[in-house]
């Protein structure tokens, strides 16, 4: 089973920066995606970005040209890269892998790290 374990976020003001890694520990084989998302309370988790197994990048509409993701296969991180943050950027943000690993395909969740957007 892999472990992921988030860092990165704060306290930011509107038009801010932040990044956001993600490091995973464990055997796995396959990586078929890494992705980020977000949840604010009383809402659902929403996915933000996806870095597919072929390197292709999704975004969510709301964070298109403003996020980027990113992966570092050498240490099994992956990123994001949040500009120009919004208020309604703040959220508790999650990265979750999609792996496969002693022949079966599993997901595993970080435990999430803050973002506050506020002057």
């Known amino acids: 089973q892999v472990q992921l374990v988030e860092s990165g976020g704060g306290l930011v003001q509107p038009g801010g920066s932040l990044r956001l890694s993600c490091v995973a520990s464990g055997r796995f084989s396959i990586i078929y995606a890494m992705n980020w998302y977000r949840q604010v309370p009383g809402k659902e988790r929403e996915l933000v970005a996806t870095?597919?197994?072929?390197?292709?990048?999704n975004y969510a509409d709301s964070v298109k040209g403003r996020f980027t993701a990113s992966r570092d296969n050498v240490k099994n991180t992956c990123y994001l890269q949040m500009n120009s943050l919004k208020p309604e950027d703040a959220a508790v943000y999650y990265c979750?892998?999609?792996?496969?690993?002693?022949?079966?395909?599993?997901?595993?969740w970080g435990q999430g790290t803050q973002v506050a957007v506020s002057s």
């Open positions: 979750n892998w999609d792996y496969r690993a002693a022949g079966t395909s599993r997901l595993s």
């Open positions: 870095i597919r197994q072929d390197g292709l990048l």
